[in-house]
């Protein structure tokens, strides 16, 4: 959502704490106080759907974090006898993957450290290596948490990708939102005009309340 729908939304909700505290003093017009409550549930909407798709991405991404630092600490039980194994069987190819540092893996973007995790599993899996890594109790069995922490690794990273691209989309569908919030609010200011006669006090905080905050912390006009 781009800065100026920001400060907007910002403005919103100072109208809706106005609107909210001085509701028993709105009801001395039915029109202003029937949009106040739209005006209200407009903003509530918003408020909502914004902070749900942040909540979505944050979770997605938290998940991608903790399957990769599960990975980085189980690594090492792989990589150690992999590394003596390559040795005794003179297999540069294999002694290369096994002897990645921890520093090495955590440099590697998502999808190379998916790939590379993949390829020493894949390794760990070849019919001359299973038995050597057997003497060392590791069977299948033992290193099926590292499977499955690759296999939640791997389920995080287009998750959270997806869920940015659908970001990207609910960042447009906000700023309708929010524009049709502003066509609500724009209609309460022609109802709380009669609060120039009504109620003068109201009316003037009402228009405080309206002005634009902007980032520079400013009070701007009403739009």
Request: with cysteine; net charge neutral; hydrophobic share 45%.
């Amino acid at each position: 959502m781009d800065k100026d729908r920001e400060d907007q939304l910002v403005m919103c909700g100072q109208v809706v704490e106005y609107l909210t505290e001085n509701k028993d003093a709105l009801a001395v017009s039915e029109a202003a106080a029937e949009q106040a409550d739209e005006v209200t549930a407009h903003y509530a909407q918003v408020d909502g759907a914004r902070a749900g798709t942040a909540r979505r991405t944050k979770n997605l991404t938290e998940d991608a974090k903790t399957a990769k630092k599960t990975l980085l600490e189980l690594l090492p039980a792989l990589l150690g006898p992999l590394s003596r194994i390559a040795t005794r069987l003179q297999d540069n190819d294999l002694l290369a993957s096994a002897t990645l540092s921890g520093k090495q893996l955590r440099k590697l973007r998502p999808l190379a450290f998916a790939a590379v995790v993949e390829a020493v599993l894949a390794s760990a899996a070849r019919p001359e290596v299973v038995p050597e890594l057997a003497k060392q109790g590791l069977t299948a069995k033992a290193l099926q948490p590292l499977r499955d922490a690759l296999a939640a690794f791997k389920t995080a990273q287009p998750a959270t990708r997806k869920t940015i691209n659908e970001r990207v989309v609910a960042g447009a569908a906000l700023e309708e939102l929010v524009d049709a919030l502003m066509d609500e609010v724009r209609q309460l200011d022609a109802d709380m005009k009669a609060f120039k006669l009504l109620d003068r006090s109201l009316y003037n905080g009402y228009t405080q309340a309206r002005k634009l905050v902007t980032t520079g912390g400013r009070g701007g006009a009403a739009v």
